[in-house]
T-cell receptor, first 115, second 113 residues
Framework: DTEVTQTPKHLVMGMTNKKSLKCEQHMGHRAMYWYKQKAKKPPELMFVYSYEKLSINESVPSRFSPECPNSSLLNLHLHALQPEDSALYLC??????????????FGPGTRLTVL | AQSVTQLDSHVSVSEGTPVLLRCNYSSSYSPSLFWYVQHPNKGLQLLLKYTSAATLVKGINGFEAEFKKSETSFHLTKPSAHMSDAAEYFCVVSEEGTYKYIFGTGTRLKVLA
């Protein structure tokens, strides 16, 4: 099973709201990722967690706050977003055992609209 | 530093004809290379990956890719296109020493009936 699940599928929020995106995998993977994808563009890496510790933050604004409560779960907390943050947010996971040969498996994404 | 170039932003083929999506990479070491497909408003699905075991890599749904070190290419092919192949395709190289992916800009494949 190579499934990564993401909830919700769609989210509409105002600029003053606080919301969270959730990602889950049960493949025993130890690396998890958040990406942001704008229309007609490749995904842009936001964060990487390795063994539940944040290992990469691609200079993402603080209105995005990641959390990895355990090895299967990854959250992205959203607060005071801007309309330009509207995008497809993708979660991915990988075994995390070999930097050279790791393969990422992606979830279906959450379509976020900020009004 | 690694990089990847997808040579065509759009490719159109007729159903039943061959598909060729071109990808060139730049890397100072022997990289891991991947092809992913993304259907509209969906996540990315792994088609195939090259990790130095064999230069001709077979993937899902009849796709395959050949790693050519001398040409620094990793082109994706399929003998016969199907309507369901219409999607965005991304060529990806892994960044040396990290878990980061470097994405190409994508190729949109259109399949004509």
């Amino acid at each position: 099973d190579t499934e990564v699940t993401q909830t919700p599928k769609h989210l509409v929020m105002g600029m003053t709201n606080k919301k969270s995106l959730k990602c889950e995998q049960h493949m025993g993977h130890r690396a998890m990722y958040w990406y942001k994808q704008k229309a007609k563009k490749p995904p842009e890496l936001m964060f990487v967690y390795s063994y539940e510790k944040l290992s990469i933050n691609e200079s993402v604004p603080s209105r995005f706050s990641p959390e990895c409560p355990n090895s299967s779960l990854l959250n992205l907390h959203l607060h005071a977003l801007q309309p330009e943050d509207s995008a497809l947010y993708l979660c991915a996971s990988s075994p995390g055992t070999s930097v050279a040969w790791d393969t990422q498996y992606f979830g279906p994404g959450t379509r976020l609209t900020v009004l | 530093a690694q990089s990847v170039t997808q040579l065509d932003s759009h490719v159109s083929v007729s159903e039943g004809t061959p598909v060729l999506l071109r990808c060139n990479y730049s890397s100072s070491y022997s990289p891991s290379l991947f092809w992913y497909v993304q259907h509209p408003n969906k996540g990315l699905q792994l088609l195939l990956k090259y990790t130095s075991a064999a230069t001709l890599v077979k993937g899902i749904n009849g796709f395959e890719a050949e790693f050519k070190k001398s040409e620094t290419s990793f082109h994706l092919t399929k003998p016969s296109a199907h309507m369901s192949d219409a999607a965005e395709y991304f060529c990806v190289v892994s960044e040396e020493g990290t878990y980061k992916y470097i994405f190409g800009t994508g190729t949109r494949l259109k399949v004509l009936a």
